[in-house]
């Protein structure tokens, strides 16, 4: 009988792919992220912050401890939010759960904040987001 795997053990911990869609009302973040299906004792975590167009924080999303490999959240602005400005994303990807927690994973892009419709086949925002 041939087994067959559903772990990719040889695939590095990283993210394969980010895509964000702003909400139409521009203060929610549709974020979808996919990682590597492995098999090992620590799930990654995964840190979210977006960043206003002076460069302070506006808000971030912290998932710990992911055994999922497709995540989907929404992510809340803080206001005042600035349509058609240019917002920066940072996303991390770690593991461990305590101040020792080790990176293997991070990205940077920008997100105009414009609506763009999934369902149109609109193009979304992030990283490796070309269907």
Not at 52 to 69: F, K, M, R
Request: with cysteine.
């Amino acid at each position: 009988m041939t087994e067959i795997n559903l772990f990719e053990q040889d695939v590095p911990l990283q993210f394969e792919r980010i895509l964000i869609y702003p909400y139409p009302d521009l203060r929610r973040l549709w974020v979808r992220i996919w990682l590597p299906a492995r098999f090992e004792d620590d799930a990654p975590n995964v840190e979210l912050i977006v960043y206003n167009p002076d460069g302070t924080e506006n808000n971030s999303l912290v998932l710990l401890a992911q055994t999922d490999t497709r995540l989907n959240n929404t992510l809340h602005l803080n206001d005042p939010v600035t349509p058609d400005e240019t917002y920066r994303v940072e996303a991390m990807l770690s593991v461990g759960l305590s101040k020792d927690a080790q990176m293997v994973d991070r990205q940077t892009f920008d997100l105009t904040l414009t609506f763009r419709d999934p369902d149109a086949g609109e193009p979304g925002y992030g990283f490796n987001c070309s269907p």
